[in-house]
């Protein structure tokens, strides 16, 4: 069958809550997504020099405990998404958030790579919970595909910037407080913030509940039956992989480059500016000419980017026009992955198929830096250029697809 819940009934606008309820969703759901998002992946990119220093550990060793979150996270997707389909996500989220705030306390305290290793695996299946596909499945189940997209643009437009700004705040705690204390600080703003964010303003479960009764979707067998879900997997492989290797070493090679570290920290806060500037100009042509076309487009722009990028050397200019291009791909891209999905499959079992699409993402987020880590940043770019142009080819047949298909839930 290709429904698991019936059609939208007339009364379905009461389960949809108030202004006033759902911007305090999106604002809660944007700061607590900012914060995780900024104490963990900005984190590992600017400590990874003084960890690996004081580890007695190379930076690709370093990068590995990484990677062991990233993979412990892809393990955990697929039952976080069958949590939040059933339950919704306060519970899960809130539980998730805590366990950020414990797990960084704990890696602040390893004293050699086996420690390190273990506080990072778990840290991984505790974020799984709270990631940004989590939210995305909050804003899916809570908001009708008329409000998703804007939800999804108000949550990517304050994290895009946000998250960035964690760079020079953690060279500038890691300066003052040193890697471990850094560490510690961050943890401390993790539970000051986002657990009781996501405690207040996200629905419960009877308020999930009677919410997604009166939403359609596909069941998970039926979508892992149409081309359409491999073919964005691939997509979403190519544009993680690429997304994952810049922002996680970018520091580490403007270094290399002979930038000076204050410099290198700044440079990656034009891929936040330019991942807003691209959503709030482009993500309104949507409507005209499909989200996935839109994707396409900036796939490609981000390709040619990164291609560029390692003929800039130390020119400022040219440097930030190329991380600009990247950051316009990122930002549509991570836009575009769970309205696509949304608008294909539905909302009742959005969160499990975004998990299982997300157990390769994780896998693509997790090696790509790994490699990426081994190689010069000439040879990384060019890698970070061919997973660009993996997800512009593989999603193109599904940009064709959807301009005559519609939206699933209006079918």
Do not use: K
Not at 8 to 36: E, F, S, W
Not at 185 to 192: K, S, V
Not at 216 to 234: E, K, N, Q, Y
């Amino acid at each position: 069958m290709a429904t698991a819940a019936p059609p939208v009934r007339p009364d379905a606008a009461r389960t949809t809550p108030r202004a006033p309820r759902r911007t305090g969703l999106l604002l809660a759901l944007a700061i607590a997504q900012t914060v995780v998002g900024g104490t963990t992946f900005p984190a590992v990119a600017v400590l990874l020099t003084p960890i690996s220093e004081a580890l007695d550990a190379t930076r690709a060793q370093v990068m590995g405990a990484s990677t062991a979150a990233l993979l412990a996270g892809a393990l955990v997707a697929v039952p976080v998404g069958r949590l939040l389909d059933r339950h919704g996500g306060r519970a899960v989220m809130t539980t998730g958030a805590a366990a950020v705030a414990l797990l960084l306390t704990a890696c602040a305290g390893a004293h050699d790579l086996p420690q390190l290793y273990l506080g990072f695996l778990l840290l991984g299946g505790a974020q799984a919970s709270i990631g940004f596909e989590s939210t995305y499945a909050v804003v899916v189940s809570t908001l009708g595909p008329r409000q998703r997209d804007r939800g999804l643009l108000i949550i990517s437009t304050v994290t895009g910037l946000g998250t960035t700004l964690f760079y020079p705040v953690t060279v500038w705690l890691e300066d003052g407080l040193g890697w471990r204390g850094a560490l510690l600080a961050l943890a401390a703003l993790q539970a000051a913030v986002s657990v009781p964010l996501l405690a207040l303003n996200l629905p419960g479960r009877s308020t999930h509940r009677r919410r997604i009764a009166q939403r359609r979707g596909m069941d998970v067998a039926a979508a892992l039956r149409t081309p359409s879900f491999w073919l964005l997997t691939l997509c979403f492989v190519g544009q993680a992989g690429a997304g994952s290797t810049l922002s996680l070493l970018s520091v580490s090679w403007f270094l290399d480059l002979g930038h000076p570290a204050a410099v290198a920290a700044v440079l990656p806060i034009t891929l936040g500016v330019l991942q807003v500037l691209s959503r709030l100009a482009l993500v309104p042509l949507a409507p005209l000419v499909g989200m996935p076309t839109l994707a396409v487009c900036a796939n490609v722009v981000q390709a040619a980017a990164m291609v560029s990028l390692p003929f800039t050397g130390t020119s400022i200019g040219p440097t930030m026009l190329c991380l600009a291009g990247a950051g316009l791909g990122m930002g549509v891209g991570a836009l575009a992955r769970p309205s696509v999905i949304a608008s294909t499959y539905g909302a009742v079992r959005f969160a499990t198929i975004l998990g299982l699409m997300t157990i390769a993402m994780s896998a693509s987020r997790a090696l790509f830096p790994l490699l990426g880590a081994t190689l010069d940043a000439d040879h990384a770019m060019l890698l970070c250029a061919i997973l660009s142009a993996v997800g512009a080819l593989s999603l193109f047949p599904v940009a064709r697809a959807a301009r005559t298909r519609g939206e699933y839930e209006s079918s």
